[in-house]
T-cell receptor, first 113, second 111 residues
Framework: KAGVTQTPRYLIKTRGQQVTLSCSPI?????VSWYQQTPGQGLQFLFE???????NKGNFPGRFSGRQFSNSRSEMNVSTLELGDSALYLC????????????FGQGTRLTVV | SQQGEEDPQALSIQEGENATMNCSYK?????LQWYRQNSGRGLVHLIL?????REKHSGRLRVTLDTSKKSSSLLITASRAADTASYFC???????????FGGGTRLMVKP
């Protein structure tokens, strides 16, 4: 069974630009969550999508958005990039019910210059 | 914001020794999961323990959960150099894939 696939693996963007990251979950998983990891703040939850609906949302500004498609693939978008958005962005997929394991992709490392 | 604290923040041991990491959290939970991360790469799922379980084993891993103290521990027995990584606990207190992570423990196992 293929794992969680995130693309691209690395990105360099300029301040003010926007970026779209992609996540393909494990086959059969309907829940996709996104996390931001930085040295200063650690791992922080961004949002979760389940069956194309945002089910949970973390405490991030509206510049961070996401969506999920009917095949459970998900994208997250960050608009008007700031230097502080430089981070490792991780996607996790799960079956979506309570008490189920979440499996992570390798992440997309975004650098904003 | 992070759910809790992990202790210690860093741990250095010799190959063959046991490593114990602790995690505390603040709110009630459905389950607690432990993950490993190598050098800023993706998180590898190690073990999940449900709120009604007290102990769980998986290979060289032993996890305990004390909901009255809101704490968990991860024991790695007979450690190997390949166990060198950061270890995170994550809690789920909601029906959904929404995890709250601790700050992590950086484990170094010296050959």
């Amino acid at each position: 069974k293929a794992g969680v696939t995130q693309t691209p693996r690395y990105l360099i963007k300029t301040r003010g630009q926007q970026v779209t990251l992609s996540c393909s979950p494990i086959s059969g998983h309907r829940s996709v969550s996104w996390y931001q990891q930085t040295p200063g703040q650690g791992l922080q939850f961004l949002f979760e999508y389940f069956s194309e609906t945002q089910r949970n949302k973390g405490n991030f500004p509206g510049r961070f958005s996401g969506r999920q498609f009917s095949n459970s693939r998900s994208e997250m978008n960050v608009s008007t990039l700031e230097l502080g958005d430089s981070a490792l962005y991780l996607c996790a997929s799960s079956l979506g019910g309570a008490t189920t394991e979440a499996f992570f992709g390798q992440g997309t490392r975004l650098t904003v210059v | 914001s992070q759910q809790g604290e992990e202790d210690p923040q860093a741990l250095s041991i010799q190959e063959g020794e046991n490593a114990t990491m602790n995690c505390s959290y603040k709110t009630s939970i459905n389950n607690l999961q432990w993950y490993r991360q190598n050098s800023g790469r993706g998180l590898v799922h190690l073990i999940l323990i449900r709120s009604n379980e007290r102990e769980k084993h998986s290979g060289r891993l032993r996890v305990t959960l004390d909901t009255s103290k809101k704490s968990s521990s991860l024991l790695i027995t007979a450690s190997r150099a390949a166990d060198t990584a950061s270890y995170f606990c994550a809690t789920d207190n909601n029906a959904g894939n929404m995890l709250t992570f601790g700050g992590g423990t950086r484990l170094m196992v010296k050959p």
